[in-house]
Nanobody, 119 residues
């Protein structure tokens, strides 16, 4: 059974930074890719950033240059460093880990962590 535990959210002023963590119970080496999504009530979830087992990263245009996704295989953890935060970054952030192609099935979700950016 795969478990993902997301953490690191909180309340921050615009321009501030947060670092989200997604710790996997078990080795993240078994995953082909991991990613961070965000969800705002009433809106479709958005893929924010992803990283493959080869270290290839992908970012939503809205966060390029501000967010950085990284992984630490020794700690079985994926991080999302978020800088220059904007109020529109406010959302619940979820991590996802996939053993399928890219972020496809089979995949697993962590519990969400709330990020709130005040103006």
């Amino acid at each position: 059974q795969v478990q993902l535990v997301g953490s690191g959210g909180g309340l921050v002023q615009a321009g501030g930074s947060l670092n989200l963590s997604c710790a996997a119970v078990g080795s993240i080496a078994s995953f082909n890719a991991m990613g961070w999504y965000r969800q705002v009530p009433g809106k479709q979830s958005e893929l924010v950033a992803a990283i493959t087992t080869n270290g290839i990263t992908n970012y939503a245009d809205s966060v390029k240059g501000r967010f950085t996704i990284s992984s630490d295989n020794a700690k079985n953890t994926v991080y999302l460093q978020m800088n220059s935060l904007k109020p529109e970054d406010t959302a619940v952030y979820y991590c996802k880990a996939s053993q399928g192609p890219y972020l496809g099935f089979p995949y697993f979700w962590g519990q969400g962590t709330q990020v709130t950016v005040s103006s």
